[in-house]
């Protein structure tokens, strides 16, 4: 390789190497040149990938749903927008009753009955806190 040195700009003193001369350049069959790049192919193309690595996540990527922790178990209309509904929240029983202004604790029902339901939500408050 031959080098050369520069003498002005930002590329000065610095040594550039070039190819001999002989260096020989391939031309390449028309079937082996690479086709030119259009707009239109890069967004086809960029959709393709995208659309394989959404198949990939599919198969590979397991999502499981979030468990639920408050449930009613039943609950029965007393009329005049009153109600008793049995409640289960983490594993506990509760029954409860409620009216338009007010939702009260009638028994605990289960392995804890000392646990109010206040003290089980606050609990499972906390809990989803840390």
């Known amino acids: 390789m031959n080098t050369v040195s ?3 700009g930002f590329w000065s003193g610095k040594k550039i190497e070039h190819p001999p001369s002989s260096a020989a350049i391939r031309i390449l069959p028309a079937e082996e040149a690479e086709k030119p790049k259009t707009l239109n192919s890069l967004v086809q193309n960029g959709i393709e990938d995208v659309a ?3 198949r990939w996540a599919r198969r590979n990527v397991k999502i499981q749903p979030a468990k639920k922790r408050l ?3 039943e609950s029965v209309s007393l009329g005049e ?3 008793i509904a049995v409640v ?3 594993g506990r029983e509760f029954l409860l009753g409620g009216s338009p202004n007010s939702l009260s604790l009638l028994a605990s029902v289960g392995n804890n009955t000392a646990a109010t339901f206040a003290n089980v939500l606050n609990e499972s408050y906390e809990q989803d806190r840390k």
Do not use: N, P
Request: proline fraction near 0%; aromatic fraction near 20%; glycine fraction near 0%.
């Open 6 to 8: 520069t003498s002005s």
């Open 52 to 54: 394989e690595f959404f």
């Open 71 to 73: 449930r009613v178990c």
């Open 81 to 83: 927008k009153r109600f």
């Open 88 to 90: 289960q929240l983490d």
